[in-house]
């Protein structure tokens, strides 16, 4: 328990850190969590994928991908929602300023996504696919896309509106339910059987941690806050 207290003391105290010294309107998130090979490409400073660690500040636009066997977790910087991704996962980041809030719409082009959203004070949080868009104010879903087939959501906690982007229909997805979203315009609702739950692998274990964030100042000269938990 006092290890967890003490986690989560950290992570407050890091976003805080980040919200103070950020510059405007370019930080959104922040990479708390990797395993295995996790990249990110952002157009604006960036063309390639590059490798990324713990501590990598997120800011609009940003694509990440998880390779074979990898996990990562992002952290957003306003109200603490939290992403996990699992392995072979494709998606962009967006995320628009809108006073203390941050506006936040992830583009899953394929793969699978844990979304722990806080209650939005301000602002809204959007899954978008090449097939559906799912809106919330505060949840806990998965959100696993199939190019080809189409979507599946599974919410655990809270309430998920489901729009289906060919047939423009929309339902709200309860507690314990799981929606398919399909390319062919239809959704179908059943309940949730929880060995198709994809597996979360952020397991707390209590190991050792480090938190390693590179900061640029107004001169572009850069330092690295390292933070050690566990």
Not at 93 to 120: H, T, V
Not at 157 to 163: Q, R, T, W
Not at 214 to 220: A, M, S, V
């Amino acid at each position: 328990m006092k290890s967890n207290l003490m986690k989560i003391f950290l992570i407050n105290f890091v976003l805080l850190f980040l919200c103070l010294n950020s510059q405007p309107n370019s930080s959104i998130a922040v990479l708390s969590k990797v395993k295995g090979e996790v990249s990110v490409k952002n157009n604006s400073d960036f063309k390639d994928f590059i490798k990324v660690n713990p501590g990598y500040i997120f800011k609009d636009g940003d694509h990440v991908k998880t390779g074979i066997n990898s996990f990562a977790v992002l952290i957003y910087l306003d109200d603490k929602s939290m992403v996990k991704l699992k392995s072979s996962t494709s998606l962009v980041i967006n995320g628009i300023k809108d006073g203390n809030g941050i506006n936040k719409n992830l583009n899953l082009n394929n793969g699978a996504i844990k979304s722990i959203i806080n209650k939005q004070k301000k602002g809204e949080f959007k899954v978008t696919s090449p097939t559906s868009v799912a809106s919330v104010k505060g949840t806990s879903f998965w959100s696993v896309t199939n190019f080809d087939q189409g979507d599946t959501f599974f919410n655990e906690e809270g309430i998920v509106e489901i729009k289906n982007l060919i047939s423009g229909e929309i339902i709200d997805l309860l507690e314990n339910q799981t929606g398919v979203s399909l390319s062919s315009g239809l959704i179908n609702i059943s309940q949730t059987i929880q060995s198709e739950i994809p597996i979360d692998e952020d397991s707390g274990e209590n190991v050792p941690q480090e938190l390693r964030i590179i900061l640029t100042g107004p001169n572009q000269e850069q330092k690295i806050l390292i933070i050690k938990y566990n």
